[in-house]
Each structure stands twice: as structure tokens, then as C-alpha cells.
């Protein structure tokens, strides 16, 4: 186990920093994409795909006011809930199933992460003292709430199918291939971690990001009263959530293109095989945003249950059909 | 004068009780790690054997004894300063006394090793907890609440006392020995009996729905070190008789697992989707003390239906979670109920609708209250997560590796139980963002100050300990092993799931296919990493920042204009607005009621005041007896 070449080891150390470094750099860049695309369905020229840094690189700049009635945790929480979501890169796989993360990434665990930082901004939201302050952390919390079952029955679907809760086995055994898409109870399990991307990221239908009014703000009511830096940091943590869930997506679900041996030539290919999913990904929840209307917040119980019957019948379909 | 030397007193007896329990920690510390039990006596009568009080100190009871010492120094340390609000109004002395007969009280039932000693001890348990919940009983309704607790609480001891004579009628010798190897000499349908009273029974102390209605009226109703000692502590002292009637008193039965699981998913459920109804601060910690209990019966529920489907170290994965899950609800629903009894004491309410902005009077009773809020959430990091995980993980496994007939039981309870941990999120950020955060909703919030450290010092050894199980939980491995080996299961060695992996660079993710490590710490030390790269990065960036209100829509502020603890909650409360319309309480009072009337309107009839009514009676019996007498031989 000592004698492993060194060029070996460094490249086993480069994918593993790189993989997260690529996240955090491109995390805005999705964010762009999507917009661009849900401009182009509207007719419009739209903003540059590069525009969320340019937002991020002036908010720094800008001056920050703390609401008043604000505490440590209004100042604290956005560094905690960044540093986390930073974190949590490390644990994902985006081009290979090799890194030197890999014991650590176990499913229920990256998805408690995510549930911790819904639970500081949720606090850090209801700080600032007003009305749409706890609008957003009544409404995010009862999401989370929804959602957790969906989740554990996804995580609890790949289990049975892998015999590991641990994401880079998961993937070390369903690279190359379509295959997860094959089976039918993988396709249900799809489609309701597409439905939990749509939650968890809050995109359409259960949110609209680019409206600021009562009617359909949950993301942007939790950061409705930050600004400069700290909104800076909260924003970004939301783009890299939405980065890391959709890269989860296609690890899972559409890995070809990942490698599981050490080679440059495998890497690059698999980076850019990679961008072209994601921008495939951008495309599709724009073109999705575009052509439905947004839930009423009572109705996206019924988008939840939809979903959680599915990851029910995947997981029951795994003792029902059992050759493919 | 008397005011003085009742306060005197008070500290006297607090010392004393704080004291026995260091001596008590010592004592049974070695008991934790040997499998032998240590035996005392303490009065055997010649003549009427059954009149035996002899304890018994073996891995579980050691744990339990750690466990009730553990938090009733903390909760008397505690009480010292808190009393000082009843002072001119009741005795102090009489208030640590109960709660030092309490806390013995309760080490004295998960010792015994009789049956009259646990009754003796139960008794005990049940009367100085009736004397602490009527202690403040100036109030009309703590006085109510002490009652339905005294009835409830009897109610208990009765179902209690008909299993026990059920199982003693092998044999006279009612010590908990004789019991055990009675055990496989049991009728089944007998145990069948017997395990159904000793449910219902432990299950109405351990506040199960449906006999759980008491629990949310008399919890509040005490002192707050008492409901916390209440909360954390009485409810899992059955549960640890349960344990040792299903292993020990009967033979473990798939029907037992099922009936466990069954009730502790629907107490889990139902104590959580009250709780966030709730904006009475102690009712919502209680009704979340009744959700927790849920969770550890679905564990234990769980391991015994491995143990029938014969996969022994799923059962001991299932079992070590339940046990450390009553480790940790212990150590941070004490906290939550100090932090609640701080709250209390200063702001003279509590309602949730009237606190706000605490954390600025508060600052250290809300930082500890922060962690324990994240704890019990089952939050990364905190001790609540390693509990719920482990429980996952044995939920996880069995999958794989179960028989059929639990693929279909057990995604339900997955989805049940992550069901639980979701609504808890929701129940436990309402409960600290209205109390703590935001502007104060009443003059009662905003006269608050910060509690003497005498008060948040034991809330900080708590959340210390909250911090430290979640990123070490492995310490107890040698602990857990040895209760384990208590009830004849294995340890789970085969997956080393808290331990870190020696191997860094391996290249093949395939070959640790079976096992998924803890990454608590691993985490940790990367988000700190960062944390310190952000800081040293916005360090850099030179911005001002001022105060100042927020834009309320032109409007003048109003602390009326924030949400109240409803309207956090409104989504799931209309989500869930069926669950509400049960009233347990009187769905048991008229089923008895309706059986009384019953009874009485028969008596009428039959006592009709007519002579001659009474003779054909009396005739009827004597040709009836005749009759019998012939015709049986």
C-alpha cells in the first residue's frame, strides 16, 4: 500500500482538490446559464451568462446594514452556512470516482449537511425581526420538513441497488453507463431527486427566484434583509447548493463520461463532458421554469407526496423485478 | 429568619444529593465496562419472602444509574438558584428533598432485582414526582395537572402489578433472577398477557399515545430542574424495564417487535405534529420528550424483530441506537428544559408569543439553548445526528440483508422516521427563532436579563457533552459493547463506523463496498478550514456597516409585524389539521364513562327494590349451582 508510484498519488490528489475547486469556480456560472436560457425563452437578449460574478464582486464592495433587532448569529451564520456548502464539495464526485474523500462521502450525511445549513438560514433569516423574514424560514422549514422522507427513500433506493450507503461506491459501481436509467425503479428514483433538486434548490415550481414578492418568495425572503457581504456569502452558498445537487444528479444517474482510472487524457475528457451535462441541465430546468406556473404553497404537499410515492415504488420494484 | 434557614436547608440537602450522585457515578463506573453484576441486599424479611428489596448493578443498570446521576447534579445545581423564585411563597427545604428522594427513587427501579424493591422504588418515583408537580400549587391548574398525573401515574402501577403476578405464578421466588429462568417455562398465551399489561403499563410512564395525554399537562406543571429530570430521565426508566421484561422475563416474540415498533412510530408521529402546535414553551418540550421516546421504541422495536428474523447484528445495530438515543435525548432535553426554566424565571411567562429578541439579554442561555436546539434536531456535528444515523443505518442494512416479509415494513418506517426528523426541525427552529430572535413581542421579554451562572453553567456542560458525543461517539463503544453482551448480542464489529479508516489512497472505492464511516470530524476540520479562509478573505474587504431598522413597507416598526409562533408553524398545522381534531383524553374518559353508565343502568335494573324479584334470584342460583353441581364431574 506504500509503494504507490508518485505520479499516481499526485494525480489521485489533484482530482480530489480539483473536483471541488472546479465546483466552487463554475457554481455562478450555472446560475448564469440558467438565467441566459430563461431569457432566451422569453424573447430577450438577457443578462451575460458571467453576470453572477459581477453581482458577487460588487456586493463585496458594497456596504453592509444590519437590521436592527439583529444578533452575532445575523453576522455568524452566513460564514457557517458557506463553509459548509464548501465543505460538503469535497464529498461529491463530479469527475471520477476516485478521491481520497471517498470513505467519508456517505449519502445521509452530505444530505444533513444540506438540512444544517437550511437550518441556519432559516435562523439567520428570522433574526432580522420583520415579516418576510419569518415568511421565508416558516416556508423553507416546512419544505425541509416535506422533503426529508423523499430523500431518506432515495438514499435508501440506491442502497439496496448498491449494498452501500457511501456516494463514490455508489458511483464506482454504476460508471460507464447508462445502466442506472435502464432499470425502472432507478428511472422512478430519477425523477424524484429531480423533484427534490426543484425543492432543495428552490427553483420552479416551488419557488420563483427572480420575484421579490410575498406571493412566491422562499429563497429570496431568507435573504431578503442581507446585504454586501453577508448577502454575498448567502447567495453563493445557494448557487453552490444548486451546482453540487445537480452534479449529484448526474453522478448517479448519467456517468458516462466519469473515470475510474488515473489518467489525464480520461480527466479533461470527463471536465468537459461534464460542462456540456450541466449546461444540458441549465437548459432543461429553464425550459422547465418556462412552461409551467409556479405551485401555490399548499399545493407543493401534493408535488412532495407525487414523489415520495415514486421512491416508494422504486424501493418496492427492487423486490419485484429483479432481472432486467 | 425562617426564610434563611429554609434556604440553608435547602443548599444542605442539595449538597448532599449532589454528592451521593459523584459517589454513586463512582461506584458503578466499573460496573459499566465488567460483565459481572454486583448483587446487594438491602432487607430480606424471614418470614414473608416476598418482602425483599435487593439491587442488582449489571451494564444496563450502570449506564442508567450514570445517566440519573449525571443529570440530577446538574438539575440541583441548577435548582439552587432557581428555587430562590418560590422562596417567600413555599418551602425550599421540602423542594430539594423530594427531588434527592426522586433521583434515588429512580436508581433504586432500574437497580432492583425484586419485585417488590421495583414496586417499592416505582412508588417511591411516582409520589415524590406527584409532590413536585403540585408543588406550585397556589396555581389552580398545576394542582389539576397533579392530579390526572397522580391517577394516570396508579393507573400504571396497576397494569404493572397484574403482569408481574402473572409472570410469579411458576413460581414464589419473585426476584428478577427467578424470573429469567422462568422465562421459557411460560404459557404463551400467558407471556401474550403479560407483555400486553407490561405495554400498557410502562408505556402510560413512558407517555406513549394514546396514553400519552398526561405528559404535556403535568411536565410544565413542575419546577423546571423537575421536568427536566421528568423529561429526560423518568420516561426512560420504563423503557429500560421494557428491555428487560422482553429479554429477560419473556421470550423475545416477532408479535412484541411489531407492537413496539407500531407504538413507538405513532408516539414519534404524533408527538411531534403536536408539537408544533404548541407555543407553550415546556408543552412543546414535552410533546417533543413523547416524539424522542418514540424513536428509541422503534429501535428497540426494531432490533427485537431482527432478533426473530435472526439477523443478531442487525438487532445490536438497532439496540445501540436505541440505547444511545436515550443517552442523548437525555443530555440535551435536560438543557432545553434548564434554558426553558431560565426563560421562565425571568420572564415570567410561557408563552411564546410574548418572548422575542432574548438573545440580546440572554446571550448565554440562547447560545446553549442554539445547541441543544441543533442537537435535537439530529443536526451533523451534534450527538441527536449519531442516534438517528446509526438508526438509518440498521434501517439500511436490513434492507439488504432482511428477510421478505420486512421489505415492505421497513421503508415505512424509514419514511416515518425521517418524517419525524423533519417535523422536529420545523418544531425546534419555531421554538428558538421566536423565543430568542427578532424584537421583543411583550414588556415581559424586553425586562429579561441573563441568569446567574449557577444556571447556564450546567446547560454549557450539557451542550459540551451534545458537541462532544456528535464528533466522538465512538467513546462509548466499550460501554455499548458491554450492555450489548448484557442481553446476549453481539457487538457490531463488522462495521467500523465510527472509527477512522487507516487507508487514505486507496484507488478502489469497490473494496470498502460494506462499510460507510463517520465523517463528522473530517468535516468538521474542513469547514473550519475554510471558515478561516472566508474570514481571513472578508478581512481584507473594507466596508462599513452601520445599524439600522429594517423597511417595513412604510409602516412604523412594530414587533406585532413579526411572525408569531402559529403562524411559523401555520403551513404544517394546516397540512396536518386532522391530527388535531383527536382528543385522546376524552376519547378515554368516555369509553370509560360509557362502561360506567353501562354498569350503573344494569344495577338499576337489577336491584329493582322487588322482593320477589330478589327470590327468584335466590332460586335461579340454587337450581342454576344444581344443575352445575350434576353435570360436571
Known sequence: MLDIHLSTASLYLLISIASPLILIISAPLFAGLVAKFRAKFEARKGPSIFQPYYDLRKLLTKDVILPESSSWIFRVFPYLALAITVALCLLVPVFSSLSIFSYFSDLIFIFALFVIVAFF?????????????????????????????????????????FGTSNLFSIVAESIHGFELLSHPNSFFIAIAFLIVILVEAKRFPVDNPSTHL??????????????????????????????????????????????????????AISILLWLVKMTAFAFVIALFEKSTAKLRLFRVPELVSFALVLALIAVFSHYYIKTW | MLESRDKFLSILIASASVLLNIFFIVLVYPSLLSTEGIDLTLYRNE????????????ALSAFFVMLISVVSILATIYSVKYADEYQSKYSLSSLALFTTVFSLSMIGVVCSDHVFSFLVFWELMSLSSYLMVIYDYKDKDNVNAGFIYFVMTHMATAFLLVAFLLLSHLSSDLSFGALTVNAHNLDPQLSLIAFIMFLVGLGIKMGVVPFHFWL???????????SALMSAIMVKVPICILMRVVFDFLVPEAYMGYSILGLGIVSGLLGVIYAIKENDIKKLLAYSTIENVGIVLIGLGLSIVFLKSNNVLLASLAFMAAVFHIMNHAIYKSSLFLGAGSIVSKCHTRDLNKLGGLIHLMPKTALFFLVSSLSIAAMPFFNGFVSEWLLYQSLIRAMQLGETSLHFV????????????????????????????????????????????????????????????????????????????????????????????????????????????????????????????????????????????????????????????????????????????????????????????????????????????????????????????????
Request: hydrophobic share 55%.
Open chain 1, 214 to 267: 410575498e406571493l412566491t418568495m422562499i429563497h429570496e425572503a431568507l435573504l431578503l434583509e442581507y446585504s454586501g457581504k453577508y448577502l454575498a456569502m448567502m447567495e453563493y452558498a445557494s448557487m453552490l447548493k444548486f451546482t453540487i445537487l445537480s452534479s449529484l444528479f448526474f453522478s448517479l444517474f448519467f456517468s458516462y463520461g466519469m473515470v475510474d482510472e488515473l489518467t489525464l487524457v480520461g480527466l
Open chain 1, 121 to 161: 438560514m432559516v435562523l439567520s433569516s428570522v433574526d432580522a425581526g420583520t415579516s418576510f423574514a419569518g415568511l421565508g424560514s416558516s416556508r423553507e422549514a416546512f419544505n425541509v420538513a416535506l422533503i426529508e422522507p423523499v430523500i431518506l427513500l432515495i438514499i435508501l433506493s440506491l442502497s439496496i441497488e
Open chain 2, 216 to 226: 404535556p399537562i403535568a411536565h410544565p406543571a413542575a419546577p423546571s430542574h423537575v
Open chain 2, 410 to 633: 421497513l421503508p415505512i418506517v424509514l419514511m416515518f422516521v425521517a418524517m419525524i426528523a423533519g417535523f422536529a426541525f420545523v418544531a425546534f427552529t419555531k421554538l428558538f427563532a421566536i423565543a430568542f430572535l427578532g424584537y421583543a413581542r411583550s414588556e415581559n421579554a424586553k425586562q429579561a436579563q441573563e441568569v446567574s451562572p449557577m444556571m447556564w453553567l450546567p446547560m454549557a456542560l450539557l451542550s459540551f457533552l451534545c458537541l462532544f458525543f456528535g464528533l466522538y461517539p465512538q467513546i462509548m463503544g466499550d460501554i455499548w459493547a458491554n450492555i450489548l453482551n448484557r442481553f446476549s448480542l453481539p457487538y457490531p464489529a463488522g462495521t467500523p463506523y465510527f472509527v477512522f479508516p487507516h487507508e487514505f489512497f486507496n484507488a478502489d472505492p469497490l473494496s470498502h463496498l460494506m462499510f460507510n464511516y463517520f465523517p463528522s470530524r473530517l468535516i468538521l476540520i474542513f469547514t473550519l478550514m475554510i471558515l478561516i479562509i472566508i474570514i481571513f478573505i472578508s478581512y481584507f474587504l473594507k466596508v462599513k456597516s452601520k445599524r439600522d431598522i429594517p423597511w417595513t413597507c412604510g409602516f412604523e416598526l412594530d414587533a406585532t409585524m413579526q411572525y408569531t409562533a402559529s403562524s411559523y408553524s401555520q403551513p404544517l398545522l394546516r397540512l396536518m389539521k386532522n391530527f388535531y381534531k383527536i382528543d385522546f383524553a376524552h376519547i378515554f374518559l368516555d369509553i370509560y364513562f360509557g362502561f360506567y353508565n353501562f354498569c350503573k343502568e344494569l344495577r338499576d335494573k337489577v336491584h329493582s327494590g322487588n322482593l320477589h324479584g330478589y327470590l327468584l334470584y335466590v332460586l335461579l342460583a340454587l337450581v342454576g349451582g344444581l344443575i352445575y353441581a350434576r353435570y360436571s364431574s
Open chain 2, 47 to 58: 418470614f414473608l419472602s416476598f418482602i425483599d428489596l435487593s439491587l442488582r448493578l449489571d
